[in-house]
């Protein structure tokens, strides 16, 4: 039964009631009681017409239609946002439309479709275009699904763009109006120049950059480390190609270094939703952290340069792997899989896992430090479970998700997917009731996989800072009576989890507001 200081749609499971937060005249609403906060907030009158008219959605999917409504924290943000946008188009803009920093899990997507619909019904922006820009081809579709099946409140069908010529073509012939998506990578020049040809000099184009980060910055030139020059960022291309569109930047780990700075590219903050706020609101649930480490036969200092280098390697993007980082990742490859460390890994895990079946039902996510790391680990696991195997797609207890080109060796072929079976794979793993209960991984499904039946990461990769955030996020989605996440460390992040909390944890008064994730204080180290 729902709490009842709390309030949700009335089709929801009463883990999806939550508090309302903020109200008119209520400068501290934790020293009042919530339900105080929630009739002096919601249901006053302007708020609750302003709420109707544009915060809630019909999503249709293949189970059917259903009401989606905001929560307190997307209403006041996009209110903001569009406060700020309306600011910037009215006083001669310079494209800043601010940042949105919602934390991983907190619905940035559905924020991102209410801020869309009521652009969208304001008359001061002339009907705009909004195009919505990602860095990753799944990202690009995992947002375009959400926006296709809220025909309420955007009242168009959105349209993904394959290439720049459509996106151009499609921003020409239609001079108002509409909602195009597109990755950042369709901005960047063709090669051997430095210049992008303008797509769209019209003003009323809103650009919302989701997860807002790495790509997305990058004004100034730069040089390497051996003093080849690089390209300017994306950013300045995606600026030129529509040089009076207004910029929003949507995020859950904003980065502040050198050029690689959020605010210096979208404006100051307009709204901030963190971890921490969202755990007390219950909009998603506590991390806990256990150590079980692997030993390396390598130093952390090592391990953090050939980290660096292999940064920018994106899964979905073999072909952009250069010889650098081909000799870094095969570094990595030769550490993580060097005497039978693999083998030990796996029968940890999968007595591990067991474990944490017999106390929660749901399904875990492994992150594998290469793809063919992924694949060996893969063969333990089957050694210790031999029924988890299965070759057909829609069957078996595991699988490794991630991409194989053809010169890949057979090994990795085998586990080669089409998106069709990708996408299957997805829909068996967000199945409570699909035997499908873990998956491995290198980077696919680290960013913007939403799966609230995930309860356990197991890490066996570096990672820091935003990238390490996001993957400790696909644990941390509320789902039925699950407790909270929890993230299995086999090689060593507990230190860079603790910087990652610092960093994109908001401060507040400089009180202190508790810790977002529980380091489990008896960890097990497993010797060589």
Known sequence: MAPWHAWGSISADS????PWRAANGIDHPEQHLELEVLVKGLF????????????????????????????????????????RALNSIQHRHDGKGGVMWFTQGSGKSLLAVFYAGMLRERPELENPTIVV????????????????????????????????????????????????????????????LDT???????????????EAHRTQYGFKSDLDKKGEKYRYGLAKYMHDALPNALYLGLTGTPISENDRDTEAVFGTYVDIYDVLASQQDGTTVPIHYEQRIIDLAVNQAELGSLDEELEELLEDDPEEQNSRTISALSRLE???????????????????????L?????????????????????????????????????????????????????????????PQEKKLLEKRIKDPDDPLKLVIVRDMWLTGFDAPCLHTLYVDKPMRGQGLMQAVARVNRVWKDKPGGLVVD????????????AQYTRARGGENRGEPVEFIEEALTILN
């Not at 009401?67 to 997307?74: E, P, R």
């Not at 168009?156 to 108002?176: C, F, G, H, I, M």
């Open 44 to 83: 006053d009158k302007q708020t609750f017409l302003t709420y109707f008219h544009h915060f809630i959605a019909f999503q249709t999917s293949g189970a059917g239609t259903f009401k989606v409504i905001a929560g307190y924290h997307q209403y006041h943000g996009v209110l903001r946002g569009v406060e």
């Open 358 to 418: 017999e106390a929660i039902d749901g399904k875990g996510m492994i992150v594998a430090i290469s793809r063919r790391a992924a694949v060996a680990l893969y063969d333990e696991i089957i050694k210790c479970r031999p029924e988890w195997h299965a070759k057909d797609i829609d069957k078996g207890g595991i699988k490794v998700v991630m991409t194989s080109p053809a010169s890949d060796p057979s090994a990795l072929r085998v586990h080669a997917t089409t």
């Open 196 to 210: 992008v040809e303008q797509l769209s000099s019209r003003s009323n184009i809103i650009v919302i950059c989701d």
């Open 334 to 356: 030769s550490i993580a899989m060097a005497d039978g460390r693999l083998e030990k890994l796996a029968e940890d895990l999968v007595k591990h896992w067991d474990e944490r």
């Open 133 to 192: 820009v990602t860095d990753r081809k799944d990202l690009d579709g995992q947002l375009f699904e959400t926006f296709a099946s809220c025909r309420i409140p955007l009242r168009t069908t959105p349209v993904q763009a394959n290439d720049r010529a459509e996106l151009k073509k499609l921003l020409s012939e239609q001079v108002a109006g509409g909602i195009f998506f597109t990755t950042i990578q369709k901005f960047s020049p063709e090669k051997g």
């Open 490 to 501: 086999y090689i060593g992040i507990g230190e860079e989890l603790k910087a990652a909390i």
């Open 15 to 18: 883990e999806r009631f939550m």
